[in-house]
């Protein structure tokens, strides 16, 4: 009964995360690599979401909480500080502070995702965390070209929704089979 909670729980997380994904995305592209308070709003709402999803998540793992659930809470809360110290010296200083949450998240939903899997639909969240390890790497290769735009960020932030939603559909079908 405990896993059947579980896996409900997150399958409603993972629908919000989606939601919340797509339309942070929406607003990041329609603003660009404009630098302004909207942008910095933006760039910092993001992982203060992120932690917020994190609480939740710990919430609703009881009792089986992944350890490395609070390292994500903590990385997000020092990604959201990063950002709004970088987030007036350019798109470069901020490409390199989401590239390395990106990185270190990435590595942290992969284990957490792995330790999840037979809850199911965790290949999804498995994929992403794999993604978005190289994502990461590439937003801070992206930081020294001439080329940076915050806009790859939407992108990001987009295909990590898609995952969260066919994770919650494969939930879904887990909590109707059980």
Known sequence: MNARRTAVALRNLYVVRFGFALIWAVLLFLIGSASGPMSV???????LFDVA???????SSKPARPAALYVNLALSLLAA???AATANSGVPA???????WAITAGIVQLIVAVSRR??????AMILSGAIS?????????????PTASLTSLAGYATVGGVF???????????????
């Open 81 to 83: 500080i990063g950002l």
């Open 164 to 178: 969260f939603l066919i994770s919650a559909l494969r939930l879904h079908r887990t909590v109707k089979n059980t």
């Open 118 to 123: 037979r809850l199911g639909g965790q290949w």
């Open 94 to 100: 901020v490409l390199r502070v989401w590239g390395a």
């Open 53 to 59: 999803a994190a609480i939740t998540d710990l919430r």
């Open 41 to 47: 709003a933006l760039l910092v709402i993001y992982p």
């Open 133 to 145: 390890t190289i994502a990461g790497t590439v937003f801070i290769l992206q930081a020294g070209t």
